[in-house]
Each structure stands twice: as C-alpha cells, then as structure tokens.
C-alpha cells in the first residue's frame, strides 16, 4: 500500500470554506488526530498575516493511505541570501518560532495517527519526482518521537520537557512530589504574593480581550532585551495580537494572568488542545520580580491544569534549566527530518554550500 500525494501552491485554496471545515475537524474533540497547535487555521493565518513566508513561497500538500490516514502540510519554498543562496529549501512553516514543525494526521480506520519512515520516503521521492526543480533539501525541524512511530531519523534533535498529570489529583500531590529545597522555594514564593495584597490568577476569556492586548508589549518589551533582531520581534508582536484577536474567539490560544491589586503582573499566551496545556510565551512585570513571579504564575498554571484535568503540561522546545525542576527531567525528543535530492544539480549545490560554510567557519 501506497502514499498518494496532491500539491497545491495556491494558498487561497487552503482558506476555500471546504478544505477550511475539514482542516478544522482535526482539531474538534474526538476528532482522533495528531495535531500540534501551530497548525491549527488561526495559529496559520496570524503568522502568515504578519509574518508571511519570511522571503519564500508557500508549498502544501494532503496527503492519503489506502488505510485511510491523511496529512496535511504547508512548507515554504526558501529563498535564502548569503551562504547557501544557491540551495532552493522546502521547510516547514514556521522555522524558527514554531516549537513543532509536524504536520497534521489525520486518523487510519483503525485509529492509528503515526507517519512512518516509508511516509517520509515517500514525500521526498513524490516530491523529487513531480516537482524536482522545487527543491535541494526537504526539512521539518521539530518532529516529536511519538508522531513517528517506530521510526528515528538520523542527524539532530532536541527536546520538549513536559510534565504527566495523569497521577496529580491536585496541585499538593505535584509539592509532594517535589525535593524539600525547591518545594519550600515555590511554597514561599505563592505565600509571598498571596499576602503581598489582593492576589488572584485568571484564565482569560473572548469577553476580555483588549486586556490580553495590553500585555502583549509588554511581553514583547522583555523579549527585546533578550533577543537583538527588533524586526524579528515586531513581527512576533503582530502575530501574538492577530493571534488573540482572531484565534481567541475560536477557542485558542489560553490566556492567563496573575494580578496584584487589581494590577496584571505576569502573563502568559498558551495553548490547551487534548488535554494538553502548551506553555508558549510569557513574562512578567519587572517592578514585580522580587515575588518569583516565573515560578508563581507556572505554580498557578499547574493548579489550573491539574484541576482541569488536562492529561500533560508541554514546556515546550528548549532545555533551558527551569524546565527540569518542574518536569524532572522528562522529555520529548524533537527530530529533524532532512531529505537531499539526489539529483546531481542538488547534489552539487549542496557540496558547494556546504564549502562556503566551512570557509566562513575557519
């Protein structure tokens, strides 16, 4: 049994009231898909509104099994500068902001959702054989382990830490669970805020969203003093403020705040989908920072989830310290999937690329 494949570059085609239904199906519960958030038609259409292709075009397609599973992509046709312009690159959509790069599956008839290596064999030898001038090199740069079955791809990975709620009845089963040094650390930090004032976590609804909006340069506001790139990041404020916008009366993404007298002092812009709670983006009010509000507002967060009966709290990409002491060091690896077309024109593109970086590196 065989993968077909059908190619669009047409991207008003994927907004047609159709195809947008069923796009939306995948992500309704009890739909039975693999899905990430960053594939859901609000997260899309506020990157792509804001961001856009960032310099290429974009390149979609579904995919179908005789065993009744489908996929469904969008990837961008790269137009790089510098070193490695002569490589023409198929990447996934949101390269460098998504923390998944996987596309959507929908459900084989007996219910399984995992795209193994002949799926990805099969795209890139559809893709050499159709479309051949399209492409180089194929990329998906953060595929999670359980997506691909029994399948693990050579080359780079990362990880997303999580924590499993499946066993916390309550948010003092997670303290339990926690060493006497860090538990004592975040019991003090809760107590300290709660008796600073009026003190109160929220959950944010459509009713609410010029307040969401407030926050939103703010968080970007401390971004900045992390990251340099300032158009970088003014384009992230568009995306987060269409996303609100559009996204939240949709049901997506989940909004939330800790307040102290009535005053919003950390926020956060997540993400809930299958009992899933994904922790996106987040910051804090620095004249606030005495009260450990990183760790406050992920205590309430926890709380809330656990109360919600969400199944697991993704910390998403990166391995930054933090993440280990609320997860304990349990983790998602992230593959890189990396398909060369084995044309000699690619090949010789690709060795030539390759060169300059090394020449720029020595």
Known sequence: MTWSFSWQTDWSGLWDDTFLEHWTSAFQPGSGARVSPFMHPAVVRAWVETVGFEGGDPVWFTATHPDGREVFQILVREKRSGVGESVRSLIALGEHRFDFTEPVVFPAHDGSTTLEQDFWKALAEDLRQRQGDWFDRLEFPRVRADTLGSYRPEGETDVAPYLDL????????????????????????????????????????????????????????????????????????????????????????????????????????????????????????????????????????????ISNRMRIVNFMWGDEAYKAAWTDGKVQTLHRIRFDNPSLLSRFRLFIDSAARRAQQA
């Open 166 to 305: 499946t066993r916390l009845g309550s948010i003092e089963d997670f303290m339990d669970t926690r060493k006497g040094r860090s538990r004592r650390s975040i019991r003090r930090r809760v107590k300290r805020c709660a008796e600073a004032g009026e003190f109160s976590f929220q959950v944010l609804g459509a009713d609410e969203i010029d307040r969401i909006l407030s926050w939103i340069p703010r968080i970007v506001r401390q971004k900045r003093r992390k990251f340099s790139d300032d158009q970088s990041m003014d384009r992230f404020e568009s995306f987060l403020t269409r996303l609100v916008c559009d996204g939240l009366p949709a049901g997506l993404p989940l909004c939330s705040s800790c307040s102290l007298d009535g005053r919003d002092i950390s926020w956060s812009i997540d993400f809930e989908l299958g009992g899933e709670l994904f922790l996106y983006t987040s910051d804090f009010d620095p004249d606030f920072s005495i009260y450990g509000l990183g760790n406050v507002h992920t205590y309430h967060q926890l709380d809330w989830a």
